[in-house]
């Protein structure tokens, strides 16, 4: 199994998850354009309760987004998520990149007998972004927690999880 990626050409290429390294970490530098204060190398850590996934297209050692998650009883809970400087506007080299992100979190949540739940605090200025292009509800507005409901789980998956050909 595999996610579609899709190109901002069109073409479609397969992107899989796979656990963050310490020899990834090199990548993940600010001067290679990663959100800088972010520590991904935290989620390394033997007793941490997160960890960390890093997509990449397949046959392709660069990163294309990363993701920190927690799976809790009945639900994922996300940590970071955070796409490469080239899947962010205005470049955009791949145009789903932040989709596929919150869907592996929606596929760990349902493997793990979760319905597909997700869970996370927004940034105040991504509350809406969340609403309208997720689909994401607020459960605490106090909080900032929103969570990615199971419908939406499941078109996430449905829409970019694919049998590899």
């Known amino acids: 199994m595999s996610w579609t990626l ?7 290429y397969e ?6 390294t310490k020899t990834d970490l090199v990548q993940l530098k600010k001067n290679n354009g990663w959100t800088r204060g972010l520590n991904w190398g935290a989620y390394l850590q033997k007793n941490e309760e997160f960890t ?5 297209v397949i046959g392709d050692t660069h990163i294309q987004g990363l993701i920190a998650v927690a799976i809790r009883d009945g639900y994922v809970e996300l940590a970071l998520v955070e796409k490469s400087k080239h899947n962010r506007k205005p470049v955009q ?3 789903n990149i932040g989709e596929v ?3 592996q ?3 760990l949540s349902v493997e793990n007998n979760g319905d597909g739940y997700v869970l996370l605090r927004a940034k105040t200025g991504l509350i809406n972004h969340y609403i309208h292009y997720y689909r994401m509800e607020v ?3 106090r909080q900032q927690l929103m969570a990615i409901p199971p419908v939406e789980a499941k078109r996430l998956i449905e829409l970019y999880y694919r049998q590899r050909s």
């Open 105 to 107: 979190a929606c596929l």
């Open 6 to 12: 899709i190109h901002r050409n069109g073409e479609h």
């Open 101 to 103: 992100l919150f869907a």
């Open 15 to 20: 992107g899989d998850f796979s656990l963050l």
């Open 52 to 56: 960390a996934y890093k997509l990449q």
């Open 93 to 95: 080299q791949f145009r």
């Open 139 to 141: 459960v605490n507005s």
